[in-house]
């Protein structure tokens, strides 16, 4: 799981006014020398035992909780939820901490605070949408996800704009009906089958990584990609992740209907590269072997003349069978340059071999934007 940034909880601790939130919760505060006292709510407090410091925004009951401290402590307090989850909440901004009657904490929350995710009643392809749409948000407010895009090369907000890109980290729960109400179970029972939750453990498939959603041209989601960022995994876990079943879809399809030239690379994160530098007739195959019938069907509807493959140099089995389906399509290979293509802002790649028709000849690359 991907671990909250210590400044994101930092700033929390500081900005959240842990007076503020008493009241919210309907705790009378009286002065007493700098600090501020008050019946404790989350105890049957006879005698003020609350005590708030708001200058350090700390808070303490001296009573029978003989706890406190932070504002993140005190809404693990109030909601009954976890550190992660009391963390969430006051990242939303959505604090339904104003309890009508203060009265002991619940044990344990049974109720979603959030915002919820969806309607229960929307079809999966609006479920879907709203799940890409809660990873977009997640990674503007992710900065380890966004330092791994600029350790990449992709340092753009409008890349991360246009394609939707996302962060997953185990937080979409928190948006879902509890897992105890019928509408809570029904909900998570069609984001497994979908594939954004897992079958057996019901974690979140893409927990801790980069999302590329895939759109068609109806700009709904037909396949997401998920690139693991988190340092230290276990051996053996996959770093490229995708839905269940055959890849679909054409990333960037936008581009194929635009130019009859296309770059073609072996993976999302290569064709962001090549978009950020300005190439924007760009997509990708889902790795060495991703290549589809959905990539050909697509080259030939929108009738591609030339595609430049941009794979690994080192991937040596991939240009046959780049080669096969192509040659199937009247393409035609020739290789054009065997050298890093740093110039193009990506490092490990080499634009190595030309696809065309016969028709046309390999001139310079495209470039656009
Ligand atoms: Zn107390």
Request: net charge positive.
């Amino acid at each position: 799981m991907a671990r909250i940034p210590e400044e994101e909880t930092a700033r929390l601790k500081r900005e959240v006014s842990i007076e503020r939130l008493a009241e919210a919760r309907g705790v009378k505060l009286k002065r007493h020398g700098a600090d501020l006292i008050g019946l404790c709510p989350f105890h049957d407090d006879h005698s003020p035992s609350l005590v708030i410091s708001p200058q350090k925004n700390l808070w303490n009951c001296l009573g029978a909780c003989g706890r406190g401290r932070s504002a993140i402590d005190w809404v693990m307090r109030a909601e009954g939820v976890s550190f992660r989850h009391a963390v969430e909440l006051l990242r939303q901004e959505h604090l339904p901490l104003a309890a009508k009657q203060p009265g002991p904490p619940p044990k344990k929350s049974t109720t979603v605070k959030l915002p919820p995710l969806a309607e229960h009643t929307i079809d999966d392809k609006r479920l879907l949408e709203s799940v890409v749409r809660h990873y977009h948000e997640t990674l503007k407010e992710t900065p380890e996800a966004q330092q791994y895009l600029v350790r990449r090369g992709l340092q753009s907000a409008e890349m991360v704009e246009q394609f939707r890109l996302g962060f997953a980290n185990r937080t979409l729960g928190y948006h879902l009906p509890a897992s105890n109400r019928n509408a809570g179970a029904e909900q998570r029972e069609r984001l497994k089958q979908i594939g954004i939750l897992r079958q057996e453990s019901g974690h979140e498939h893409f927990n801790g990584s980069v999302v590329i959603p895939v759109f068609n041209l109806a700009g709904e989601v037909v396949e997401m990609y998920g690139r693991k960022i988190t340092p230290g995994l276990r051996p053996g876990t996959p770093l490229h992740l995708y839905l269940p079943g055959p890849h679909r879809g054409v990333w960037n399809e936008e581009a194929l209907v635009a130019s009859k030239e296309i770059i073609l690379c072996e993976a999302l994160i290569d064709a962001l590269t090549f978009w950020c530098a300005g190439f924007r007739q760009v997509t990708a195959s889902y790795g060495v072997n991703g290549f589809t019938d959905d990539h050909k069907a697509a080259f030939r509807r929108y009738g591609t003349q030339r595609i430049y493959i941009a794979y690994d140099r080192d991937e040596a089995g991939e240009f046959f069978q780049i080669y096969t389906h192509a040659f199937e399509e009247r393409f035609f290979f020739e290789i054009v340059q065997r050298r890093g293509y740093k110039g193009f802002g990506a490092p490990n790649a080499g634009i190595r071999l030309a696809a065309q028709t016969r028709e046309a000849r390999p001139r310079t690359m495209p470039r656009t934007g």
